[in-house]
């Protein structure tokens, strides 16, 4: 058990090792940051202090040794448009975009679990079908498209729902639907596809040949068994989430870390999008590491 | 338990690979490449030229004229004709990462799937890597860091799509590699980059068709999600993305602004999906449930 | 219905419908199981021998896919038209079955001891230390060695072996009246098979259970059954006492299927096959469905299908050679 930690948080670091450096040579391929920072006034000495302050006429290792370093101390740099440091924007930002992703997440289970499970215990049924819509959708649809259509029924023609902003329980509501209908689409197609299986198994075979009523074959033992596959793209699921979270807040102008990223492209804050890419990094190793473990936790056939 | 069906004739399976085609989808398709080839004949008007006197008029089927058959925008620009332009720039984006990174990718696949060792580990690692990762966040750190541009975000597409074909790939020369055809190959000594080329190949390529054409989706979608951002095909070109993108500020005053680049792409999406699971169920049934 | 019988099965014809057409799996199959009798159901795959041990617990797909018609009369009901609230009641408590595969008849990700308590649970409704107790003695009624680990444990921990054991825990949990074995020592070791076996003929003998055996082996059948029954292309082909069909079975199938079984004094250079291809079930022929691999068929075995006639002590036959 302890190896198999270990082994994972090896990887994990080696992976972000990896990214860092992907990151950072990215940057550095922008051009001079220097340049970014200064206006058409300054003079060639306050460029000159600039380049040097950013480190810039050190070798590259030791460029990247420092820039790893600050980023392990929680510096990651100034932004170019706001000047403040890009660890504040995102402290501040960060939480609103969990809050968003949270009620996602809660609507998720909602939909995709029962959705997966009917639709899969039904095929071919008017459910099924239902089922196999939203799952399309996800992938014919980009995500501001569902986006644009909510707000088009729900704010402009029946006007129940804010179409903007953080303000009140309201405004949860379409942008944390925008991004459920996603990772539903998804889940429900993981699930469904197992319960078929589980359905045509032996051992539901078997369970009812004891007795079982088949709406507990169903929810009980098929259920149980198909979970495991959708556990197990867990950190897929982070990544979609980060993907539709940004676009989503673009357009519902929410004050997440998306919407930041979004502000950040239009000035070429470069910065911000490198702290950005630098966290969503972490965060997606970190679940990638997470899942594993809960899945051979939930797995008895995988005994550590 | 239950008995096996049974053997229809040929010319029965042949009417029924034809038969069921999703005649809508292939005609949006073919509309789609209409626009791409034509370009610029087939618009009503210059896509970009502003008039501000026709501002924000509606579709003709919602009260506006024929000579604006989808709209204006709030420059008055013809909707339509931007639609057309913009049809070109996506499958512009669409053919250079299908052809780089799918075909790269695939190439990819085949070695490692064919090799096998340490190279095989080694690519499959990378691969494993780069799906993982959120496409749009590296697309949007590429464009920003070297700049915007087509050409560059043909490369960002290219660097996460060329795994999703080296998994599929690799995982169809692994079953081709123990076919008989092949070990007879191998152990007659026929070299490597032979096998590879005269009997690997030919053998995914019905596969390759298969994924081809359901990526393609994908990567219009993702290449109008980072239009939509500002991050992905550059203005003044009309990519659908970023036409929805302006258009969010009139969806009280001229809906149709932003939802006419959205219905493009969702049709065009949809219709390439359908028509890739179409040929999915003819081609390689293999595939079915296969890694997204 | 006569009183010492616990099932008989009237007529079952079993249709599947496919994209290629309809499938006869079973056309016309008549049964009788006696109170404390073992019978046994012989025949290769495609017999239709599962689809009617299926047709009996009633877990065949439901139409259209699947039509039913005849009678199953278990103590008198007929079960293909009880409701499914009324054979929920009646599976695992009064009609049990065993299928092949032990591994995959069992749950992988639940605990062998809840796998086994829930048809107490469904059952008898028991609970708590009731309800231990009762999968405790399940496990000791099939001779499983250490059954308070055996119910901790997690299927994929246990050997074949003793998996088929908790499969048996399971089916006779609820001391049911009659058990249905489909194939259940196919997938076994020899050893393990004759245990097995063994366990089956102990419960007959000690609880008076009835049990229908569904296999392709003689030997099993040799080991337990009391009777026997010869399915051919979805129909009865020849019935009888064990110890009458081994010394002189009459039907041409039947002689045919004990030739091909090699045993210590055969000469293994040749070995017997059964000449001709398999039954087509999805067009069944007019006459007998044997008749194009039968060596001496008559006039009528292409016009006719045979019926059973009884030709000796509980010994019937369906071949128009035999009956003329």
Same mark, same amino acid.
């Given at each position: 058990?302890?190896?198999?930690?270990?082994?994972?948080?090896?990887?994990?670091?080696?992976?972000?090792?990896?990214?860092?450096?992907?990151?950072?040579?990215?940057?550095?391929?922008?051009?001079?940051?220097?340049?970014?920072?200064?206006?058409?006034?300054?003079?060639?000495?306050?460029?000159?202090?600039?380049?040097?302050?950013?480190?810039?006429?050190? +070798?590259?290792?030791?460029?990247?040794?420092?820039?790893?370093?600050?980023?392990?101390?929680?510096?990651?740099?100034?932004?170019?448009?706001?000047?403040?440091?890009?660890?504040?924007?995102?402290?501040?930002?960060?939480?609103?975009?969990?809050?968003?992703?949270?009620?996602?997440?809660?609507?998720?289970?909602?939909?995709?679990?029962?959705?997966?499970?009917?639709?899969?215990?039904?095929?071919?049924?008017?459910?099924?079908?239902?089922?196999?819509?939203?799952?399309?959708?996800?992938?014919?649809?980009?995500?501001?498209?569902?986006?644009?259509?909510?707000?088009?029924?729900?704010?402009?023609?029946?006007?129940?729902?804010?179409?903007?902003?953080?303000?009140?329980?309201?405004?949860?509501?379409?942008?944390?639907?925008?991004?459920?209908?996603?990772?539903?689409?998804?889940?429900?197609?993981?699930?469904?596809?197992?319960?078929?299986?589980?359905?045509?198994?032996?051992?539901?075979?078997?369970?009812?040949?004891?007795?079982?009523?088949?709406?507990?074959?169903?929810?009980?033992?098929?259920?149980?068994?198909?979970?495991?596959?959708?556990?197990?793209?867990?950190?897929?699921?982070?990544?979609?989430?980060?993907?539709?979270?940004?676009?989503?807040?673009?357009?519902?102008?929410?004050?997440?870390?998306?919407?930041?990223?979004?502000?950040?492209?239009?000035?070429?804050?470069?910065?911000?999008?490198?702290?950005?890419?630098?966290?969503?990094?972490?965060?997606?190793?970190?679940?990638?590491?997470?899942?594993?473990?809960?899945?051979?936790?939930?797995?008895?056939?995988?005994?550590? | 338990?239950?008995?096996?069906?049974?053997?229809?004739?040929?010319?029965?399976?042949?009417?029924?690979?034809?038969?069921?085609?999703?005649?809508?989808?292939?005609?949006?398709?073919?509309?789609?490449?209409?626009?791409?080839?034509?370009?610029?004949?087939?618009?009503?008007?210059?896509?970009?030229?502003?008039?501000?006197?026709?501002?924000?008029?509606?579709?003709?089927?919602?009260?506006?004229?024929?000579?604006?058959?989808?709209?204006?925008?709030?420059?008055?620009?013809?909707?339509?004709?931007?639609?057309?332009?913009?049809?070109?720039?996506?499958?512009?984006?669409?053919?250079?990462?299908?052809?780089?990174?799918?075909?790269?990718?695939?190439?990819?696949?085949?070695?490692?799937?064919?090799?096998?060792?340490?190279?095989?580990?080694?690519?499959?690692?990378?691969?494993?890597?780069?799906?993982?990762?959120?496409?749009?966040?590296?697309?949007?750190?590429?464009?920003?860091?070297?700049?915007?541009?087509?050409?560059?975000?043909?490369?960002?597409?290219?660097?996460?799509?060329?795994?999703?074909?080296?998994?599929?790939?690799?995982?169809?020369?692994?079953?081709?590699?123990?076919?008989?055809?092949?070990?007879?190959?191998?152990?007659?000594?026929?070299?490597?980059?032979?096998?590879?080329?005269?009997?690997?190949?030919?053998?995914?390529?019905?596969?390759?068709?298969?994924?081809?054409?359901?990526?393609?989706?994908?990567?219009?979608?993702?290449?109008?999600?980072?239009?939509?951002?500002?991050?992905?095909?550059?203005?003044?070109?009309?990519?659908?993305?970023?036409?929805?993108?302006?258009?969010?500020?009139?969806?009280?005053?001229?809906?149709?602004?932003?939802?006419?680049?959205?219905?493009?792409?969702?049709?065009?999406?949809?219709?390439?999906?359908?028509?890739?699971?179409?040929?999915?169920?003819?081609?390689?049934?293999?595939?079915?449930?296969?890694?997204? | 219905?006569?009183?010492?019988?616990?099932?008989?099965?009237?007529?079952?014809?079993?249709?599947?419908?496919?994209?290629?057409?309809?499938?006869?799996?079973?056309?016309?199959?008549?049964?009788?199981?006696?109170?404390?009798?073992?019978?046994?159901?012989?025949?290769?795959?495609?017999?239709?021998?599962?689809?009617?041990?299926?047709?009996?617990?009633?877990?065949?797909?439901?139409?259209?896919?699947?039509?039913?018609?005849?009678?199953?009369?278990?103590?008198?009901?007929?079960?293909?038209?009880?409701?499914?609230?009324?054979?929920?009641?009646?599976?695992?408590?009064?009609?049990?079955?065993?299928?092949?595969?032990?591994?995959?008849?069992?749950?992988?990700?639940?605990?062998?001891?809840?796998?086994?308590?829930?048809?107490?649970?469904?059952?008898?409704?028991?609970?708590?230390?009731?309800?231990?107790?009762?999968?405790?003695?399940?496990?000791?009624?099939?001779?499983?060695?250490?059954?308070?680990?055996?119910?901790?444990?997690?299927?994929?921990?246990?050997?074949?072996?003793?998996?088929?054991?908790?499969?048996?825990?399971?089916?006779?949990?609820?001391?049911?009246?009659?058990?249905?074995?489909?194939?259940?020592?196919?997938?076994?070791?020899?050893?393990?098979?004759?245990?097995?076996?063994?366990?089956?003929?102990?419960?007959?003998?000690?609880?008076?259970?009835?049990?229908?055996?569904?296999?392709?082996?003689?030997?099993?059948?040799?080991?337990?059954?009391?009777?026997?029954?010869?399915?051919?292309?979805?129909?009865?082909?020849?019935?009888?006492?064990?110890?009458?069909?081994?010394?002189?079975?009459?039907?041409?199938?039947?002689?045919?299927?004990?030739?091909?079984?090699?045993?210590?004094?055969?000469?293994?250079?040749?070995?017997?096959?059964?000449?001709?291809?398999? +039954?087509?079930?999805?067009?069944? +022929?007019?006459?007998?469905?044997?008749?194009?691999?039968?060596?001496?068929?008559?006039?009528?075995?292409?016009?006719?299908?045979?019926?059973?006639?009884?030709?000796?002590?509980?010994?019937?036959?369906?071949?128009?050679?035999?009956?003329?």
């Amino acid at each position: 058990m302890v190896w198999f930690i270990g082994f994972r948080l090896v990887q994990g670091v080696i992976s972000l090792v990896i990214l860092s450096m992907i990151i950072f040579g990215l940057t550095r391929l922008s051009g001079d940051p220097a340049l970014m920072m200064i206006n058409d006034n300054s003079s060639r000495a306050e460029y000159e202090q600039i380049h040097r302050s950013l480190g810039l006429d050190r +070798p590259i290792h030791e460029q990247y040794y420092i820039y790893v370093t600050k980023a392990l101390q929680g510096d990651l740099g100034i932004s170019i448009h706001s000047r403040q440091p890009v660890s504040q924007l995102l402290a501040q930002r960060l939480p609103n975009t969990f809050a968003l992703l949270g009620v996602a997440a809660i609507m998720t289970i909602f939909i995709a679990v029962p959705l997966g499970t009917l639709a899969g215990a039904n095929t071919g049924s008017f459910i099924d079908r239902f089922g196999q819509l939203v799952s399309g959708l996800g992938q014919s649809v980009p995500v501001f498209v569902v986006g644009f259509v909510l707000i088009l029924v729900f704010s402009v023609y029946l006007r129940i729902l804010p179409s903007g902003g953080m303000v009140g329980w309201k405004s949860y509501i379409m942008p944390s639907l925008c991004v459920a209908i996603f990772w539903a689409a998804g889940i429900i197609r993981v699930l469904r596809s197992s319960m078929i299986d589980a359905i045509r198994s032996d051992f539901v075979k078997f369970a009812r040949i004891k007795g079982v009523s088949r709406s507990r074959t169903v929810w009980v033992h098929a259920l149980r068994n198909s979970l495991l596959p959708v556990v197990s793209l867990g950190g897929m699921y982070v990544a979609i989430g980060i993907t539709s979270s940004v676009i989503i807040e673009a357009v519902f102008s929410w004050p997440g870390v998306g919407d930041l990223v979004q502000h950040a492209i239009a000035s070429r804050d470069f910065p911000v999008i490198q702290g950005v890419v630098l966290t969503a990094s972490l965060i997606i190793v970190v679940a990638n590491i997470l899942t594993d473990l809960v899945y051979a936790a939930l797995d008895p056939r995988i005994r550590l | 338990m239950i008995p096996a069906t049974v053997a229809t004739s040929a010319p029965k399976r042949r009417a029924r690979m034809l038969a069921g085609a999703p005649i809508i989808s292939l005609s949006i398709i073919a509309i789609f490449l209409a626009m791409v080839v034509l370009g610029q004949a087939m618009t009503l008007h210059a896509p970009n030229q502003i008039n501000l006197a026709l501002k924000l008029h509606p579709p003709a089927l919602l009260g506006g004229s024929w000579e604006y058959p989808l709209g204006t925008d709030w420059l008055g620009r013809d909707l339509y004709s931007r639609i057309v332009v913009g049809a070109r720039a996506s499958f512009v984006v669409v053919v250079g990462v299908l052809l780089v990174g799918g075909l790269g990718g695939a190439a990819l696949g085949v070695i490692s799937g064919y090799v096998g060792g340490t190279t095989d580990a080694l690519i499959m690692r990378c691969a494993d890597a780069t799906l993982a990762f959120p496409i749009i966040l590296l697309a949007v750190l590429i464009t920003v860091t070297m700049g915007p541009g087509t050409a560059n975000l043909i490369i960002a597409l290219c660097l996460v799509l060329w795994a999703r074909f080296a998994r599929i790939v690799r995982g169809q020369v692994l079953v081709i590699r123990e076919q008989n055809f092949v070990v007879l190959a191998r152990s007659s000594g026929v070299s490597g980059v032979t096998i590879m080329l005269r009997h690997v190949v030919p053998n995914v390529v019905n596969t390759l068709i298969v994924v081809m054409t359901l990526q393609i989706g994908w990567i219009i979608i993702v290449e109008a999600s980072l239009s939509f951002l500002g991050a992905g095909i550059p203005p003044p070109t009309p990519a659908w993305g970023s036409m929805a993108a302006r258009g969010r500020d009139f969806l009280t005053t001229g809906w149709w602004v932003p939802a006419v680049p959205c219905l493009s792409i969702a049709l065009v999406c949809l219709s390439f999906n359908i028509v890739g699971d179409w040929l999915r169920d003819r081609l390689d049934p293999s595939l079915r449930g296969g890694p997204d | 219905m006569a009183g010492d019988e616990i099932l008989r099965v009237e007529d079952l014809h079993v249709t599947f419908s496919g994209r290629g057409g309809d499938v006869h799996a079973v056309n016309g199959v008549n049964l009788t199981v006696r109170r404390g009798e073992i019978l046994g159901i012989v025949g290769e795959s495609g017999s239709g021998k599962s689809v009617t041990s299926a047709a009996i617990m009633g877990v065949l797909p439901p139409a259209p896919a699947c039509r039913v018609h005849g009678k199953v009369l278990f103590e008198g009901v007929d079960l293909l038209s009880s409701s499914e609230r009324a054979m929920q009641s009646i599976r695992g408590r009064q009609i049990s079955m065993i299928l092949q595969d032990p591994l995959s008849a069992l749950n992988p990700v639940m605990k062998t001891g809840d796998q086994i308590a829930e048809v107490f649970r469904i059952h008898h409704g028991l609970s708590g230390r009731s309800l231990m107790d009762a999968v405790i003695n399940a496990l000791k009624r099939v001779r499983f060695p250490s059954p308070e680990r055996g119910a901790a444990s997690w299927p994929h921990q246990l050997s074949g072996g003793m998996r088929q054991r908790v499969v048996g825990a399971i089916a006779l949990g609820c001391e049911p009246d009659l058990l249905i074995a489909d194939e259940a020592t196919t997938a076994l070791d020899s050893t393990i098979q004759l245990q097995y076996l063994d366990l089956i003929k102990e419960r007959q003998r000690i609880d008076g259970l009835s049990v229908v055996v569904i296999t392709h082996d003689f030997g099993v059948v040799a080991r337990i059954c009391d009777r026997v029954a010869v399915m051919y292309a979805g129909k009865v082909v020849e019935e009888a006492p064990v110890e009458t069909l081994f010394s002189g079975p009459r039907h041409p199938y039947t002689k045919a299927l004990l030739n091909a079984v090699p045993k210590l004094n055969t000469d293994l250079s040749r070995l017997e096959a059964i000449e001709g291809v398999p +039954p087509r079930l999805w067009s069944p +022929p007019v006459g007998c469905s044997f008749a194009p691999r039968c060596a001496g068929s008559v006039v009528e075995c292409t016009t006719r299908p045979p019926v059973p006639v009884a030709i000796g002590d509980h010994h019937s036959v369906a071949c128009w050679r035999v009956a003329s």
